[in-house]
């Protein structure tokens, strides 16, 4: 098997739950330097977990398929792509720069920088700005296609609330996926559009939100 631990790797997002491994590596298969495609599945059910990665040999393929596949239909719904990983994701001379400021995305941030925003152990997401009359089921619904929740905290008349979930991987894919972070719009609910974070554990057993970079956001 080609080890593709240095090549340029996309997250694939919002895959429906029909789309099978084969389905989803045909869009990635028109790049010719596609090395691995993979789509993540529960193990305890078997199901599709709505994301995966597509990795590539040449960087130049993965920005071609970022910037053609992004939106593009497959299954009953469109792609959500980014990069899952940053070292790939400005060309040199672009003038990007993938740094983050402490506290504060000064640009969209990979999968991997969300995943690494938060110690391993940390399943809990952070949800703000919720409208008054959110409630729990609201919350559920809102991960139904990324992961199982374990647990609500809902603080909803105060604006805002936790979801812990079944793993560290699904938090992040969450807040990838939900929220800004990753360059998207964020998700909306009740018609306020959602500011979505890790959440972490005070030592004292209450939750706060924390922002990537290690600072903790204002609930």
């Not at 084969?22 to 059910?45: G, W």
Request: aromatic fraction near 8%.
């Amino acid at each position: 098997r080609e080890d593709t631990t240095h090549h340029a790797s996309l997250f694939i997002g919002d895959l429906s739950p029909e789309v099978s491994l084969d389905l989803a590596e045909q869009p990635f298969a028109a790049f010719p330097s596609l090395s691995e495609c993979r789509v993540m599945y529960d193990p305890n059910t078997g199901r599709s977990r709505g994301y995966g990665f597509a990795s590539f040999g040449d960087p130049d393929d993965a920005h071609r398929a970022l910037s053609t596949l992004n939106g593009e239909w497959l299954g009953s719904r469109p792609l959500r792509i980014n990069w899952a990983n940053q070292k790939h994701s400005t060309r040199p001379g672009s003038g990007g720069s993938p740094a983050l400021d402490q506290g504060a995305a000064t640009m969209p941030m990979s999968y991997e920088q969300i995943v690494a925003a938060a110690p391993s152990h940390n399943t809990t997401v952070y949800l703000g700005n919720l409208h008054p009359m959110t409630t729990q089921q609201d919350i559920v619904a809102l991960f139904s296609n990324i992961s199982f929740v374990r647990e609500v905290r809902l603080q909803a008349e105060r604006g805002y609330g936790f979801a812990v979930l079944d793993s560290h991987d699904a938090a992040a894919t969450a807040i990838f996926q939900l929220g800004n972070l990753g360059g998207g719009s964020g998700v909306q609910l009740h018609g306020r559009v959602l500011r979505v974070s890790w959440g972490k554990d005070r030592n004292d057993g209450s939750i706060v939100p924390q922002l990537p970079g290690g600072g903790l956001a204002a609930g």
